[in-house]
């Protein structure tokens, strides 16, 4: 069974910095497109960033700059930096993956993490 899991999540004060991490096998990381999603209270989930096989990356608009995402093959790990944190960032986060990129982005992966949560205080 694919697993996903994510930890890091955590309180900061506006401004600082997360680095989230996504627990993944070596075949998921090597071969699958993967990403970063979060969800507010209230809100749709909201497509972030991915990463694909080539270690390409793309991101939304309203993270791009602040969010980085990459892999550590060492540590069978992605990883999602956030920088510059503010209010409107707080959030569940999740990563996903799926053989499908457009799947991926569509919010409709095959595999989801639990989640892990980030609040920023102003």
């Known amino acids: 069974q694919v697993q996903l899991v994510e930890s890091g999540g955590g309180s900061v004060q506006a401004g600082g910095s997360l680095r989230l991490s996504c627990a993944a096998s070596?075949?998921?990381?090597?071969?699958?497109?993967m990403g970063w999603f979060r969800q507010a209270p209230g809100k749709e989930r909201e497509w972030l960033g991915d990463?694909?096989?080539?270690?390409?990356?793309t991101y939304a608009d309203p993270v791009k700059g602040r969010f980085t995402i990459s892999k550590d093959y060492a540590k069978n790990s992605l990883h999602l930096q956030m920088n510059n944190l503010n209010a409107e960032d707080s959030a569940s986060y999740y990563c996903?993956?799926?053989?499908?990129?457009?799947?991926?982005?569509?919010?409709?992966?095959?595999?989801w993490g639990q989640g892990t949560q980030v609040t920023v205080s102003s």
């Open positions: 070596e075949y998921i990381l090597s071969n699958y497109y």
């Open positions: 996903a993956a799926d053989f499908n990129r457009w799947a991926l982005r569509r919010g409709v992966p095959n595999v």
């Open positions: 990463i694909n096989k080539a270690d390409s990356t």
